[in-house]
């Protein structure tokens, strides 16, 4: 699984009479989002409203990909500011990219970064479950792409 500039998704196989592992493919990362809380169901309907204003997209219904890849940050990030007007942010308008808004969310140098990290990272471990129930992975789950090497610290401690 991929995080990137979208979520790809994939699985190997080899068989028994093969020398080498095939990789396939998938649109995985377009099923709908899977609303898990009331937070859940609040940044859907927050994601169908950003995407209109922003986008100029006319949606109803959001995939997972839409709300777990590097285009989603800040997204996320809005979400997490609507609902926690008591945090001041500290990031400049200009700082409010994916990278700027991970890393200061990882090195928890700024609260709302924080917990955009800590909401993307539950979305991503939903949709990881998933793809593990989908197909029993039982060589492991390996996570790629650049989301993931930039929460890679935050995945592994907190």
Known sequence: MGPGTGLGEGYLTKSAFSKCYEVFSSEGGH???NITSE????LRQFAIDYIKRVDEEDITRVSVERLCAGPAIPLIYDFIKSQHSEINETLQPTDKTP???IRAGVTH???LCSLVVKKFTEILAVEVGNMALKTLPFGGIY??????TGIADYLEKD
């Open 109 to 111: 140098k700024d609260h």
């Open 31 to 33: 099923v709908d989002f």
């Open 39 to 42: 937070e859940d169901y609040k």
């Open 143 to 148: 996570l790629v792409g650049g989301v993931t």
């Open 99 to 101: 990278d700027e808004i």
